[in-house]
T-cell receptor, first 113, second 114 residues
């Protein structure tokens, strides 16, 4: 069975802290994605990666960075967390970035105080 | 680039009633269309998808969707709703053009009355 896991379900951080969100997939997928989900806005793409060490900005990359050192792992980094980054963060992976099913992790609900 | 609208923010139906959730897309070529469901506090799970062929697509949990090119729609239906169907539903449009990603609609929250 397909599996995407995220390191934390709930996270509480303080303004200015550096935050790491980890995502691991076991499907050998080339493509991995980080989305942010806010009520009424649906899912907005932050960053995605189409290969190890390769990344591209999505629609809302400001304030975020990513790292993909291994194929199965994709990390989202908030260099200096701010209160407006309080949100649900969803990781996904797929075999093809534009046409194939994306498989999602359970999400991390991040609160920045 | 493609875009997706889901006109209904929140829908309430009684258990056993039929359901239709609307999705309209904008895309110049043949779209790749998906419906996902998100239960409270969970990630998204694929219900069904359409790439080509038969325009009526069957999915999991008794859901189906119909692709209507003339109306740029991909509405999700279920003949009889169960209380466990209460969730948020997202329509998404993919694209085969290089460099384009999925676009998700804003979602429709479904409440089910006993």
């Amino acid at each position: 069975d397909v599996k995407v896991t995220q390191s934390s379900r709930y996270l509480v951080k303080r303004t200015g802290e550096k935050v790491f969100l980890e995502c691991v997939q076991d499907m050998d997928h080339e493509n991995m994605f980080w989305y942010r989900q806010d009520p009424g806005l649906g899912l907005r793409l932050i960053y995605f990666s189409y290969d190890v060490k390769m990344k591209e900005k999505g629609d809302i990359p400001e304030g975020y960075s990513v790292s993909r050192e291994k194929k199965e792992r994709f990390s989202l980094i908030l260099e200096s967390a701010s209160t407006n980054q309080t949100s649900m963060y969803l990781c996904a992976s797929s075999a093809d970035r534009g046409t194939d099913t994306q498989y999602f992790g359970p999400g991390t609900r991040l609160t920045v105080l | 680039a493609q875009s997706v609208t889901q006109p209904d923010i929140h829908i309430t139906v009684s258990e056993g009633a039929s359901l239709e959730l609307r999705c309209n897309y904008s895309y110049g070529a043949t779209p790749y269309l998906f419906w996902y469901v998100q239960s409270p506090g969970q990630g998204l799970q694929l219900l069904l998808k359409y790439f080509s062929g038969d325009t009526l697509v069957q999915g999991i949990k008794g859901f189906e969707a119909e692709f209507k090119r003339s109306q740029s729609s991909f509405n999700l239906r279920k003949p009889s709703v169960h209380w466990s169907d209460a969730a948020e539903y997202f329509c998404a449009v993919g694209a085969e053009n290089y460099g384009q990603n999925f676009v998700f609609g804003p979602g429709t929250r479904l409440s089910v009355l006993p």
